[in-house]
């Protein structure tokens, strides 16, 4: 969902190190401090203070016209360059929180970075001003170490109420398991975390550095998708189900086991069906801990039982990689050390050794393994495995019994476990009649509802019960009409305070996008029904509820996972409105699911 079409966002990257940002050298590419910064300031697709370069001028015929009459000779735009001070307020510096990990408290202090702003994005003119955090020193990839990640975490949240959205710059090497790592490490998440990076510098003439830096900036400052993603090659991949599978390719990532986030082509194509959303209503947090006694083994044809009770004999967690769906050599010597490192506490997670695929019962080897305590990894990554048992060991409050069962089932997305039975739909919400029903049931007045209650008449061929709709419909124009009607009958819903029909009409939206051809009439899946805007007001259904003070119905839409921080077409968070309207218990149910202000300021500029 758009955060705020019509002013500015606010975005942070961090920049840790990478490819992105180096320069040639004798020994080859090395970073240099500074030159990112420089280097981006430097082009008016990045940096445009005053909106008077030709980029930003080249929208339209027209705009071009105007700026070419004004910087021609003949023109009346004046000759000497834009006074100093106006640059300056325009660069200026942004004051930053910088977290301090090594005593393992976080002793925020001021750190000046730079401030650059985007010409304007799209039709709606929206600019992205964003800081950028030069770590020091910066870090090729291979030398990042859980450390590292935590101090990613943890100036992440240092800086989280003043920003709409982050971007990790990092080495592509190690980038995989950086994202895996934060998407645990950021908890309760509701605002969009993008790790991106590039195979060839910036200061080539060919590279992917721009497009890559340029289009995770215009992701992170314009949608709400509140995970930690991976941006490579015009595709946004939850981050911790990817892995780097070229060292020369420019598509040098890959999500084997699950479909892009988004694409970005003439259209930037979010599937909304996939966003992981957050249903706890929890305030965000940075877990600062992780378990480094973990290790990943590769099963390989032959190998000795030494190697293995070697191997397992000083660890506390492992990620056993196997052979198809899970497949080791039944040779009862191995099954017995890996029964008895699971007595001793070892927590061990067999996943693939399969690029795309998962870990499956179909073997006498899978049974047994589970028998000794083995845990089924589905389809994680390596990645992701070894990521995710770090940071549930880290916690001290989980037991082994417990670490078990949750490195079993998703909890930030990270695998897939067999579907699930789709939810009835009741009978009202099924189709273009069922939410016309709930329009005309809505909208219709007390002694309306009563007077139609007491009919007992049967309904006219060809109409529904509480529709006056023909149920031969064309197809297309239903879906057409349905999609058009859903964010309306939503907003309305919640103004009513109605959750049984705010909850049918979600359910509708989603047997919409789970039709047998996974697309319809030429749209991604997944449609964002819950946080779309309505065209016609320009709020969501969360943003009606805090106004209207619909307790429960806010409530209804923070647990199936509405995004908190998602701004209108003014600029405004639910947060705003509960407080404007004094709906107190709305807020403190905001406030205490994570909603907060900053980023760009709450300021009611429409009264």
């Avoid at 009459?69 to 360059?81: F, K, L, V």
């Avoid at 077409?569 to 994570?594: D, K, Q």
Wanted: aromatic share 6%.
């Amino acid at each position: 969902m758009n955060i705020n079409p019509s002013h500015e966002s606010k975005v942070l990257c961090l920049y840790s190190g990478g490819t992105l940002g180096m320069l040639a050298t004798a020994q080859g590419y090395v970073p240099e401090k500074g030159y990112l910064t420089q280097y981006l300031r430097s082009q008016a697709r990045f940096h445009d203070p005053l909106g008077d370069s030709l980029f930003s001028n080249s929208q339209t015929a027209a705009t071009y016209r105007n700026w070419n009459a004004q910087n021609s000779p003949d023109g009346s735009r004046p000759a000497s360059p834009t006074p100093p001070s106006v640059k300056r307020s325009l660069v200026g510096q942004a004051v930053l929180a910088k977290a301090q990990t090594k005593t393992g408290q976080i002793e925020s202090h001021d750190l000046s970075a730079h401030t650059l702003i985007t010409p304007p994005i799209g039709k709606d003119g929206k600019r992205i001003r964003y800081s950028i955090l030069e770590y020091d020193p910066l870090l090729d990839s291979p030398d990042m170490t859980s450390a590292d990640w935590i101090r990613l975490a943890a100036d992440i949240e240092a800086n989280y109420s003043a920003y709409d959205g982050f971007v990790i710059l990092h080495g592509t090497d190690t980038m995989a398991y950086t994202s895996s790592a934060l998407s645990f490490l950021l908890e309760d998440l509701g605002k969009t975390v993008i790790v991106t990076g590039a195979q060839v510098p910036l200061g080539q003439l060919r590279n992917d550095a721009v497009e890559n830096c340029l289009n995770s900036i215009i992701l992170a400052g314009t949608y709400v998708i509140p995970e930690v993603c991976l941006y490579f090659d015009r595709k946004l991949l939850r981050g911790n189900r990817t892995r780097k599978v070229s060292s020369s390719d420019f598509a040098a990532f890959s999500s084997p086991n699950m479909d892009p986030l988004a694409e970005l082509g003439v259209l930037i194509e979010v599937d909304w069906f996939l966003v992981h959303r957050p249903t706890q209503l929890q305030v965000f947090r940075a877990h600062k801990k992780l378990e480094d006694n973990v290790a990943v083994l590769q099963i390989f044809p032959g190998i000795p039982t030494s190697t293995i009770r070697a191997f397992l004999s000083q660890v506390r967690g492992v990620v056993l990689e196997s052979f198809g769906a899970g497949n080791i050599p039944q040779r009862e010597d191995v099954f017995q050390v890996i029964k008895e490192a699971c007595d001793r506490g070892v927590v061990i997670v067999n996943i693939t050794q399969c690029t795309k695929g998962s870990v499956l019962a179909y073997y006498p080897a899978m049974r047994k393994l589970a028998a000794a305590g083995v845990v089924s990894g589905a389809d994680m990554t390596p990645e992701a495995a070894l990521s995710k048992l770090s940071y549930l060991l880290s916690k001290d409050e989980l037991d082994t019994v417990t670490v078990r069962q949750l490195m079993s089932i998703p909890i930030r997305g990270e695998m897939t476990l067999p579907d699930q039975k789709p939810t009835a739909l009741s009978s009202q919400s099924s189709g273009l009649e069922g939410v016309m029903g709930h329009l005309l049931h809505l909208n219709a007045s007390p002694a309306t509802i009563a007077n139609t209650s007491r009919r007992d008449d049967a309904p006219a061929p060809g109409r529904d019960k509480i529709g006056s709709l023909p149920q031969k419909i064309d197809e297309h124009d239903t879906r057409l009409a349905e999609s058009l009607l859903l964010p309306y009958a939503l907003c309305l819903a919640a103004a009513k305070d109605n959750v049984q029909s705010m909850m049918d009409l979600v359910l509708r939206s989603k047997a919409l996008t789970e039709d047998s051809s996974g697309h319809h009439h030429g749209e991604r899946p997944g449609r964002n029904l819950i946080d779309d805007l309505d065209p016609a007001f320009g709020k969501n259904a969360l943003h009606v509820a805090a106004d209207c003070g619909s307790k429960s119905c806010l409530e209804a839409l923070l647990q199936i996972g509405a995004f908190i921080h998602t701004r209108d077409r003014a600029g405004h968070t639910a947060l705003f409105y509960a407080e404007r309207r004094g709906h107190e218990n709305c807020v403190r149910i905001l406030e205490s699911a994570g909603a907060h202000h900053g980023g760009i300021d709450d300021v009611d500029q429409t009264e």
